[in-house]
């Protein structure tokens, strides 16, 4: 059995109440952060860009949330001055070992997508 405290208004306070705003508000804060790093990403690859090639590695990167396909794409890596930068290649086609051309932005290759052929 749970005792509600009445604060000075005389609404009533309970632990599920405030637990159930932090978890909205956490959701929140998570969706605005992913939205803004994906502006950040698009920003990024905007400007000045380069292309190189990638190879593709076994790191699964899993297409919706269905646990019945399993559906998934690998991940690529590729270098610049030394250091790896990972992505995700968005194509369910591509195997371990294969290469592709990915964008980067010249000043975050941490900022990175598969070559758009256009």
């Known amino acids: 059995m749970t005792t509600n405290k009445k604060n000075s208004r005389g609404a009533s306070v ?3 109440g405030w637990l159930g705003i932090v978890v ?3 959701t929140l804060a998570y969706v605005l952060r992913t939205c803004e790093q994906g502006n950040q990403i ?3 690859l905007e400007g000045s860009t380069t ?3 990638a190879v593709v590695i076994d790191k699964k990167n899993y297409l919706g949330n269905s646990p019945v396909s399993q ?3 690998y991940s690529y890596r590729f270098q610049v001055n030394g250091q790896w930068f990972e ?6 086609a591509l ?3 294969d290469s592709l051309v990915v964008d980067y932005a010249l000043d975050a290759p941490a900022y ?3 070559h758009r052929n256009e």
């Open 51 to 53: 292309t190189t090639k």
């Open 14 to 16: 309970d632990v599920s």
């Open 42 to 44: 698009t920003k990024g």
């Open 95 to 97: 195997h371990v070992g």
């Open 112 to 114: 990175n997508r598969p």
């Open 87 to 92: 992505g995700n290649s968005q194509d369910p």
């Open 24 to 26: 909205i508000l956490l």
């Open 71 to 73: 559906q998934f794409a």
